[in-house]
């Protein structure tokens, strides 16, 4: 019992700590910033609490490859922009097409239950610092 309340316990800051950024983090971001409050928790823990907290529809897993998996605090339909000079993932205010999905299910007579677009390229940052070269 008592274990239980502490692992929702650690849960619920987890939850917390992604809901609490922008940055779309790493499961070791994540980790990296709840360790003094749970000195015992793992990587592996916190994996597992996002997997979750992900089936149970609360954060989203934007997976890019298992080098690069990222979390996100915000659960609803959105789509993302990834700088490929600074690796640095962004929100991008555009409302989501759900007629693609339709497109989709007639090109291909499948049944579409969602679509995920990521837009590259470089942010306003890195365009800053970069000048002209690529
Ligand atoms: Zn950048
Ligand atoms: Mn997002």
Redesign the pocket.
């Known amino acids: 019992m008592k274990t239980l309340r502490k692992h929702s316990r650690q849960r619920e800051e987890l939850l917390k700590v992604l809901r609490g950024t922008?940055s779309?983090p790493t499961a070791g971001w994540v980790f990296a910033r709840l360790k003094n409050k749970f000195p015992r928790l793992s990587l592996g823990t916190v994996y597992r609490n996002l997997n979750l907290l992900r089936d149970e529809g609360k954060v989203?897993e934007?997976a890019f490859g298992s080098t690069f998996d990222r979390f996100?605090g915000?659960p609803l339909p959105?789509y993302?922009f990834i700088c490929e000079k600074c690796g640095r993932?962004f929100?991008i205010n555009l409302p989501v097409e759900n007629t693609l999905n339709k497109k989709a299910e007639k090109a291909a007579g499948f049944k579409v239950d969602r679509h995920r677009v990521e837009f590259f390229g470089r942010c306003r940052n890195c365009l800053i610092k970069g000048g002209g070269e690529n």
């Open positions: 922008k779309h989203q934007l996100d915000n959105h993302h993932v929100d």
